[in-house]
Structures are given as structure tokens and as C-alpha cells.
């Protein structure tokens, strides 16, 4: 008998979900404990998904792609929002930009950031983290309001020493039981470095953060730590070292045995834990308050160099933003391991893409990652072969012969696939002049009842050919690309 672990059986789950025939698909969370490559994989699949997709996730990237329609769920009122999520999220926060203690907190968190890039966009130490700043600037506008009303608000307090560098890695390899996993590693992290990790599952990111955290011997090479080195490492298998009995409180106070009981709940209460909540035992604990618990208690060791290895699982979306506004301000090192995009898009300046046994720079984004991964996935012939009596003339007159007949074969299948590709795009603008349609708030009103009704059919219809027109063009492809390979 196999075992499985918590990732393994929500993976299977998944799977016998999306392989059941229906018509209604009801997904909560799906995408915890999945690696990134899995995500964009059922992203595309839940696009071409043809019937009603309820959906529960904190990943607003997913819910961007996959949403048509949020139901936002708060004060015990059910209210349905037109559009994804980010749209969502502008709706919401126009209609809390009138709340001025919301515009005075705003206008305080604004003239702090555009204090730091004043101070210190010139200098070559830190302009890396002025732009990090001037990218949340450019979000705060947008999002900002929407979440007032969050629970979370907290900051990493300034470490002891910001040493340069922090930690070096010379020729490291890593692996398991004398078995490489990755190997020829070469790093160097500084106060303001902000890396993600990339790579397919299995290629070693999580056992590169283990080196990195000291949790993992090397196999071969060097790790170098500077004197003042303060690591927080957040990892999965730290929720369940927390102690079941103890409380928020004795968890902190186990950390700082001087500190005044009133400080460290008011602490806590920046991580959700208010009144009765920072003495309650751990035991009874959801994932999400688990994973808020530890990074608090991450945070209150004051590190330099932050390890975070998929740490917004679990967490929702108020927490998660709370994450990323406070890592904004972090001023040590980081090396971040996440499937949630918007959290490596906003919060990492450079990426390290870990694969085919090596860690090394990657010079792309998130979007060229995504192309590499389908690339990947669909593979590529070999160079030798493509290469492979190219060089006579004979062979090159009868290359160009074979194109035109495969051209000439493969011309009524283009055309089928461009046909459809056409009638998807047709159908995509139709569906976007409805939603615009739909987000007017005057069509709601009673005397406009029936052109709201019209709408809503109209969008019902648009949806259904959408998506039958979208599985016609995946049909299309499939038999062009079988053709190209049998020719």
C-alpha cells in the first residue's frame, strides 16, 4: 500500500474531479499545494471547461484567468460583481474611496513610499528596492481601499545588522541519500536581493531553500554565512511543529520570556489574533491561522535573510496582501518559492530558474515563464536530427519539395483552425461588451429590468458558443498538430 501525503490527495481529488462528466464543477481551493506549473496547466483546462464553474481561491491571478463573475461574501451580505477579480477589486474600491479614514491611511502609506524612492533611488544599494516601491505605489492606487477594512496589518521590524554579503553559495550540490538533485549552484545574497525561484516540480526548489536554511547538509561545494546572519524560513512542516497545547502567546513568549504580555498581544493582534484568540490552544487551528502564527513568530525574530517556501498557502487574500505590502518595506534578502504570481510579480526583482539539475539566472518574466513550461511540456526535436542532411543540394531540392507537398496537405487544417481562432475572438469581444454592459450600475435599476434580462441572455448565449467554439478550435489544433507529426 502507497501512502500519500496531504499534497498528493488533493491532487488526486482534483484529478477525479475534472474526470467526472458534468455540468456544474464546484472547486475550493484548488490551487494549494499545487506547484506553479500545475496551476497554469488547470487554468487552461478550466477555461475550456463548458459548463458552471464555482469557485473558492485565494490566488487572484487564477481568479483573474478563469472568472467571469466574484461573489463577494462579507457583513452577511451576498453582493455579485461583473468581471474577474481585479475588477472586483476596482469596483470595491470606488465604492470605499469615499471612507476618509481609508484616503488619510492611503495618502500616509503613499508619502512613506514616495519618502523612500526620494531618498533613495540614486543610490546603487538600494535602487533595487526603490522600484519595488514605485511598484506598489502604482498598485496602491487600485487596490489599496479594497482592502481597508483587512484585519492584517503588520511590518518586519528592522533586523540588528544587515551584513554584505549575507550568504554565499560556491559550487554547491544538493540532493538526497548522495543522489544530486541540483548541482554547480552559485549564489550570493545581499540586503535588498529579492529572488524567486522557478522550475518544474521535483527540480529542486524546496531542496535549494533547505541549503539555504542550513536545514540541509551540502553534498558537495560551499556555504558561506557572514557573521550577524539571521534567517526566517517558512516552510510547510514548520505548521505542524507549532506546540498543539500552547497559545499564540506562549508560543511568543517562549521566544522572548522579558517581554511585557500587553506588547506582545498587541503583536499578535496584527496577525488576527485579538483578544481571547492569542490564548486559545493551537490544537483546534485552521491551516490559514497556523500559517499566520508562524510567519508571526517569524517576523518577531527580526531576520535578514527571509526563506519563504510557498508561504501563502493557506492564507487568504487579506493576509496575503498584508504579505506582500510588508515585504515591500523588508530590508534584508529574499528568496521566495510560490505558485502565487502576484506575489513573485510584485515582490521579486529577479528570478533563478532551477532546473535540469542546476539553479542559474533566468532573464525572462513570469510571462516568458509560462511560454518555456508549454514549450517544455509539448518538446522539441533535437538539433542533430533537424540538422541532418541539410548540407547537399540534392537534399535541400527535395526539403523544399516535401515543404510544399506537407504545406499543401496541411492547408484545409490551418484553415479550420484559423476559422474557429477567428469565431473564438468574434465571441471573447461580444462577452466583453456584455460584461461592460453589466458592470453599469443604472442597468439594475427597475424601469431598465428588461434590458438587464436581455443582457443576461444574451451573455448566457455568448458563453455557451464561447465555449463551444473554443472546444471546436482545441479539436482543430489537435488534428493539425497530429497531422504535422505524421507528415
Not at 178 to 199: M, W
Not at 204 to 226: C, F, H, M, Q, Y
Not at 278 to 292: D, M
Not at 310 to 328: C, G, K, S, Y
Request: charged share 25%; proline share 4%.
Amino acid at each position: 500500500m502507497r501512502s500519500f501525503s496531504g499534497g498528493w490527495r488533493m491532487r488526486l481529488n482534483l484529478a477525479r474531479a475534472l474526470m467526472c462528466r458534468s455540468d456544474l464543477l464546484l472547486l475550493d481551493e484548488p490551487t494549494n499545494h499545487l506547484d506553479l506549473d500545475a496551476v497554469l496547466w488547470l487554468e487552461d483546462w478550466l477555461r475550456a471547461y463548458p459548463g458552471t464553474l464555482l469557485l473558492i481561491s485565494h490566488d487572484r491571478d487564477f481568479l483573474d484567468t478563469v472568472t467571469g463573475h466574484i461573489l463577494h461574501i462579507a457583513n452577511q451580505e451576498l453582493k455579485l460583481y461583473s468581471g474577474n477579480y481585479s475588477t472586483f477589486e476596482r469596483r470595491r474600491a470606488e465604492q470605499l474611496a469615499g471612507q476618509q479614514a481609508a484616503f488619510e491611511k492611503q495618502q500616509r502609506e503613499v508619502a512613506h513610499m514616495r519618502s523612500y524612492i526620494d531618498r533613495f533611488r540614486a543610490q546603487a544599494t538600494k535602487a533595487r528596492q526603490a522600484q519595488s516601491r514605485l511598484k506598489a505605489l502604482e498598485r496602491m492606487t487600485l487596490i489599496a481601499q479594497a482592502h481597508v477594512d483587512s484585519p492584517f496589518t503588520f511590518r518586519f521590524r528592522a533586523p540588528p545588522q544587515l551584513p554584505h554579503p549575507l550568504l554565499q553559495l560556491n559550487r554547491l550540490a544538493a540532493g538526497y541519500g548522495g543522489r544530486e538533485i541540483v548541482s554547480g549552484v552559485k549564489l550570493s545574497l545581499a540586503p535588498g536581493d529579492r529572488l524567486g525561484l522557478l522550475g518544474p516540480n521535483g527540480a529542486g526548489k524546496s531542496t535549494l531553500i533547505k541549503v539555504l536554511a542550513g536545514e540541509l547538509a551540502p553534498l558537495a561545494g560551499d556555504r558561506e554565512e557572514n557573521t550577524g546572519l539571521r534567517i526566517g524560513y517558512f516552510a510547510q512542516h514548520q505548521l505542524e511543529q507549532l506546540q498543539p497545547q500552547d497559545s499564540p502567546l506562549q508560543h511568543l513568549l517562549r521566544l522572548d520570556p522579558t517581554a511585557s504580555e500587553q506588547a506582545l498581544r498587541d503583536f499578535l493582534g496584527s496577525f488576527g489574533f485579538i483578544g481571547d484568540d492569542a490564548l486559545a490552544s493551537v490544537a483546534p487551528f485552521s491551516g490559514g491561522e497556523k500559517a499566520r502564527l508562524v510567519l508571526a513568530l517569524l517576523v518577531y525574530q527580526r531576520p535578514n535573510l527571509l526563506l519563504l517556501d510557498e508561504p501563502t498557502n493557506h492564507l487568504d487574500l487579506e493576509m496575503r496582501h498584508a504579505l506582500d505590502v510588508a515585504l515591500q518595506d523588508f530590508p534584508g534578502a529574499l528568496v521566495l518559492v510560490s505558485h502565487d504570481r502576484h506575489l513573485l510579480r510584485t515582490v521579486c526583482d529577479a528570478f533563478v530558474l532551477v532546473a535540469d539539475g542546476q539553479a542559474v539566472a533566468y532573464d525572462g518574466d513570469l510571462d516568458d515563464y509560462r511560454r518555456w513550461i508549454l514549450q517544455r511540456d509539448n518538446g522539441t526535436k533535437s538539433e542533430d536530427t533537424r540538422a541532418a542532411g541539410e548540407h547537399s543540394a540534392e537534399a535541400r531540392k527535395s526539403k523544399r519539395r516535401d515543404d510544399a507537398e506537407r504545406r499543401k496537405q496541411l492547408r484545409p487544417l490551418n484553415a479550420e483552425v484559423d476559422r474557429w481562432e477567428a469565431a473564438v475572438a468574434k465571441l471573447e469581444s461580444q462577452k466583453k461588451v456584455l460584461e461592460q454592459q453589466l458592470a453599469d450600475p443604472l442597468l439594475y435599476e427597475t424601469r431598465n429590468k428588461d434590458s438587464l434580462r436581455e443582457a443576461l441572455n444574451t451573455q448566457t448565449k455568448v458563453i455557451q458558443d464561447l465555449a463551444a467554439a473554443e472546444e471546436q478550435w482545441l479539436h482543430a489544433s489537435e488534428a493539425l498538430e497530429q497531422a504535422e507529426r505524421e507528415t
